[in-house]
């Protein structure tokens, strides 16, 4: 693999955000999403405070950033956001059924998944796209 000078890397950071279609089986059969990866802004709150926390809070901040990654990430097939962040307060409330939470943690365990942070990047069962 060849080194790369500034301007390759600087071509990488213009490709755009990493996307990919997943199911969401608890939601039902068949049932996808696309999802984008982590800005960098969003990479360095999630991280920063994951690791910070600890025991019953570490488990709370988890819970919650999966509703905040949900809103960040969910995109249309132009990119675009599908939730505003005002959403959050709805998914909350309807995300106490578990099926439905589920679901949402499924979702973002694969943001999670592209953005780096688990380590399982390119999972079998995802269809990983093209940048924008």
Do not use: H
């Not at 000078?5 to 755009?16: H, L, R, S």
């Not at 919650?64 to 132009?78: I, N, R």
């Amino acid at each position: 693999m060849p080194l790369l000078d500034k301007a390759a890397i600087f071509d990488i950071a213009e490709q755009g955000f990493k996307m990919a279609v997943v199911a969401v089986p608890e939601w039902g059969k068949g049932v996808e999403v696309r999802v984008r990866e982590l800005s960098a802004e969003e990479f360095q709150r999630v991280g920063l405070d994951m690791n910070q926390a600890e025991g019953r809070e570490a488990v709370s901040q988890a819970l919650d950033y999966t509703y905040d990654v949900v809103v960040w990430c969910c995109v249309d097939d132009k990119g675009e956001p599908v939730f505003e962040n005002k959403d959050k307060a709805t998914l909350r409330k309807r995300g106490k059924r578990a099926s439905f939470y589920a679901g949402l943690a499924s979702i973002a365990n694969a943001v999670y998944d592209l953005s780096g942070l688990t380590g399982d990047e390119d999972e079998e069962g995802e269809e990983q796209e093209s940048p924008n």
